[in-house]
């Protein structure tokens, strides 16, 4: 059978004036973006619509944006029939409105707490991340796990985005040492990327307490159809294990090849990318070259 899985981005595919159509053309859409600056207590939709790349960047307005512009994008879908759903990082909670897990508000309370969080564990540890091109996977864990070893500073691989690109994460210096030996093993690039901090990385563990909590007083039920969850790149449908791997995913890695190569052996064949940018159409592609791909934003 060929099945349709519904993708969702992460972090880092906002742009000014996102979801500002969709405001003006859906009543269902203003509507949701007006509950949603009710539940935030400010107006994100002017920061989205029109505000500065800089405000936009801050990680406590971006992951909230980048779920609101992909939750009401696929709530004005007439109809839609997901088979499987998928997100990247964040991109996971907007998923889990679309298999019917969680409740539009009760999501975005929980985007809201990750990214308020996740923003003061950046500012515990100044850390970052760095995306290395052209090296094979297992190379890229060898030397970061002997950095660790070495040099006792965090650098784990982070992101599995495509086969030849995955992004590693750590301390300001494991990442410089990192990119240095990467480079030397043969990557064709390995840069620093423009983020706050450490994500996916155990430099998050100060934010997972908090998320943890707010996650485990949140309501999960029954999916209408399985997510295929970062942390462990599989189909799962137990709103328990759901929730697990939703809080163990702020330290883990995202396995989204992984994820992707599972949701193709398991029948996927279209992907629709719901939301801002186009980032995860590209990754689909280079994970299965035939797969049938399209977005909507």
């Not at 007006?34 to 790349?53: Q, V, Y």
């Not at 660790?148 to 994460?169: K, M």
Request: net charge negative; with cysteine; glycine share 8%.
């Amino acid at each position: 059978m060929n099945k349709h899985a519904y993708l969702f981005p992460g972090q880092g595919s906002q742009f000014i004036g996102m979801g500002k159509q969709l405001y003006e053309t859906h009543a269902t859409a203003k509507i949701l973006f007006e509950k949603a600056n009710d539940i935030l207590g400010f107006r994100i939709s002017d920061t989205m619509f029109g505000g500065t790349d800089e405000a936009l960047k801050q990680t406590n307005i971006t992951q909230p944006a980048i779920f609101l512009h992909s939750v009401i994008a696929y709530q004005t879908l007439e109809d839609p029939q997901p088979n499987l759903v998928a997100g990247h990082s964040l991109g996971e909670f907007s998923a889990l409105v679309a298999n019917h897990v969680l409740h539009f508000e009760d999501a975005l309370k929980l985007v809201s707490i990750r990214a308020k969080a996740m923003q003061k564990a950046c500012e515990i540890t100044p850390s970052t991340m760095a995306a290395v091109l052209a090296l094979a996977d297992e190379k890229v864990e060898e030397i970061c796990a002997a950095i660790q070893a070495e040099t006792g500073e965090i650098v784990v691989a982070a992101n599995y985005n495509c086969p030849g690109q995955l992004v590693i994460s750590g301390s300001i210096k494991g990442i410089d040492i990192a990119c240095e030996r990467m480079k030397a093993a043969g990557a064709k690039r390995a840069l620093v990327l423009p983020v706050g901090g450490a994500f996916h990385s155990p430099l998050m563990a100060p934010a997972k307490e908090e998320l943890a909590a707010a996650i485990e007083a949140t309501k999960f039920s029954t999916p209408i159809c399985p997510v295929y969850q970062n942390v462990v790149a599989c189909a799962v449908t137990d709103p328990g294990e759901i929730k697990q791997n939703l809080i163990d995913q702020l330290t883990g890695a995202v396995k989204w090849t992984q994820s992707v190569q599972a949701m193709v052996a398991d029948g996927a064949t279209h992907f629709t990318e719901v939301g801002p940018g186009k980032v995860l159409q590209g990754l689909v592609q280079k994970v299965f070259r035939e797969a049938i791909v399209n977005g909507i934003s």
